[in-house]
């Protein structure tokens, strides 16, 4: 009895590790939409997750203080909570997009032939280095509150606009001047022709 | 808008300027000009509507320019400090017609403030600004009931002017 109850168990595992492949296989690394998802990424880093001013902003000690001298200690308690939960979402979100340009220049990386060695070493020490700090970050904000790692976070921020960096110049070709040219230079060779 | 074409970004560079500077500057704080410029929009369809700006340039230029300088102000006072916003709402509270503890109390209550941020606002950004609005009421609130560690009671009631 034992031992069909063990087989039938491992032939369940058997099975939903042969779904969660073949659901795996169905995404092709590299393809365009990775393209599209690592422009999203860049776009919402650059645009809404990184302006200095908002994370200055998010993380402002100035707001703690005043509100410290200026509110009964309820309100100061609603106060980081409300903070704290938006910071926790701010490095959510950051590790999020960090991870989708991952897979971007991952899905490349196997499909470029020419690779720089040294570049790609230190692409893959940044990713790794950032997704280490996201995770610290968020364990700190999460015991002791957004104002607990403030040099951490511009550290965090440096990294990922270099990161940022990189994939713009990966995927420089996507950009309408770019498009505009290939464009033309299509219709030169159709005209050509 | 109405005529599918894309409206000329001079044209809608010319009618912000001339917004800014007729009306918006007319309107003395930030908050204040996010409501103004967030009733100019239909909540039904998203579009701004202005009849003097409309009439000078077009409906789509209208819409556009009213539309920048929502996302533009919204921008501006979500950089603000809390210090700067709580003095904003209290100006506010005073030029409005309610008693401020019911506003207070109604604000806190059905949140109104959430129909005023720009169509397309990114989460975080929207989410920090009601997250500040929502203790800057409690500021005033506690201000109001006089819990607040030595501080003015700055909304208080008084008449308010004609709006």
Not at chain 1, 1 to 15: E, K, R, T, W
Not at chain 1, 73 to 99: C, H, M, P, T, Y
């Amino acid at each position: 009895m034992i031992q069909l109850i063990i087989s039938i168990l491992v032939g369940a595992g058997l099975l939903f590790l042969l779904y969660a492949l073949a659901r795996k296989g169905t995404k092709p690394e590299g393809g365009a939409q990775a393209l599209i998802e690592a422009r999203q990424a860049l776009n919402e880093l650059k645009h809404d997750l990184l302006p200095h001013e908002v994370v200055a902003r998010i993380f402002a000690k100035d707001d703690l203080d005043y509100v410290l001298s200026a509110a009964p200690e309820d309100v100061v308690r609603l106060f980081l909570q409300q903070r704290k939960r938006i910071a926790l979402s701010w490095v959510d979100r950051v590790r999020g997009q960090v991870v989708r340009l991952k897979r971007f220049h991952l899905g490349r990386s196997r499909s470029y032939a020419r690779l720089r060695l040294r570049a790609e070493i230190a692409l893959t020490m940044d990713f790794a280095t950032l997704l280490f700090a996201c995770r610290v970050l968020q364990i700190l904000v999460f015991l002791r509150g957004p104002y607990a790692a403030p040099q951490m976070i511009g550290t965090t921020v440096g990294i990922v606009e270099k990161v940022c960096g990189v994939s713009e110049a990966s995927l420089a070709f996507l950009d309408s001047t770019n498009t505009a040219s290939l464009d033309g230079q299509s219709a030169g060779t159709v005209a050509g022709v | 808008m109405t005529s599918g074409s894309e409206p000329n970004q001079a044209d809608i560079c010319r009618a912000a300027d001339e917004f800014r500077s007729r009306t918006l500057s007319k309107i003395p704080r930030l908050l204040d000009r996010l409501i103004y410029l967030a009733s100019m929009r239909d909540y039904n369809t998203g579009l701004y509507y202005h009849d003097g700006l409309a009439a000078q340039f077009s409906e789509d230029v209208a819409c556009e320019t009213l539309a920048g300088c929502h996302r533009e102000v919204f921008h501006q006072l979500l950089l603000c400090p809390l210090r700067e916003i709580v003095d904003q709402l209290e100006g506010y509270i005073r030029s409005a017609r309610t008693p401020p503890a019911d506003f207070v109390s109604l604000w806190n209550g059905i949140e109104p403030y959430r129909v005023v941020v720009p169509v397309r606002t990114d989460p975080l950004a929207s989410d920090l600004f009601f997250s500040n609005l929502r203790v800057a009421l409690a500021i005033v609130g506690a201000r109001l009931n006089g819990r607040c560690p030595g501080t003015r009671v700055g909304a208080s009631p008084q008449p308010s002017p004609a709006r």
